[in-house]
């Protein structure tokens, strides 16, 4: 049983167990980040009517994601997680929308979220594998929204899928899918593909002449 953790794109929370989705909290705001995280944890454990000792893993979506949205669910996941002395299980967040994208249409997909700054991230699916998992034939990439038409024009044969949120239940089933087929998990660094908007002082600062 999976606590699954995804503020890449909005906010979500899930908890699955053997290809079943208990519970499912979410948030479509896009910077509210921090101020709902707990609510949505406690109001899925509450959903799904199981005590934390109940949970086998946590599930951290790692990207790609905005830096400060994307490292409250990276730091949530892992403070509950230490907390109830459980394993942090890294997944891409990407795959999350890809599997559900292709387990609902039989041709492959780029998969496209909001990066602001008028650029979006994307990732190249051509299908799911044998195990139910969805193959990637591009990684995560950082691309202006301007250039994501002549883009996805490349893929022969791709369509587009664009989201504002992630579902962290379909966050959860790939990571049990992935664990059941013994495949190792994403790399336990979030995806951010770019420097935080903000950036360390340079020093003090003349104010007069």
């Not at 299980?89 to 041709?107: K, Y």
């Not at 700054?117 to 990439?141: C, F, I, K, M, N």
């Not at 250039?147 to 959860?172: K, N």
């Amino acid at each position: 049983m999976l606590l699954a953790i995804d503020t890449s794109a909005g906010t979500s929370v899930a908890i699955v167990d053997g290809g079943r989705v208990l519970a499912r909290c979410d948030s479509d705001d896009p910077r509210r980040h921090a101020e709902v995280i707990g609510e949505l944890i406690a109001a899925c454990l509450d959903e799904a009517r199981i005590a934390v000792t109940s949970l086998d893993g946590v599930v951290a979506g790692m990207g790609p994601g905005p830096f400060t949205g994307l490292r409250v669910g990276i730091a949530a996941a892992r403070a509950f997680a230490v907390g109830a002395g459980l394993p942090i299980i890294p997944a891409v967040s990407h795959e999350a929308i890809a599997f559900e994208a292709l387990e609902a249409r039989d041709r492959p997909v780029i998969v496209a979220t909001d990066a602001r700054r008028q650029e979006v991230y994307w990732s190249a699916y051509s299908g799911l594998d044998d195990r139910g998992l969805p193959t990637r034939r591009h990684a995560p990439s950082l691309t202006k929204v301007a250039e994501l038409e002549h883009l996805v024009s490349g893929f022969d044969g791709y369509e587009l899928v664009q989201t504002r949120t992630v579902s962290a239940a379909a966050l959860g089933l790939v990571a049990e899918l992935q664990r059941a087929s013994g495949r190792a998990p994403a790399a336990n660094e979030p995806l951010y593909l770019r420097s935080p908007d903000v950036t360390l002082s340079a020093g003090p600062k003349r104010v007069t002449g």
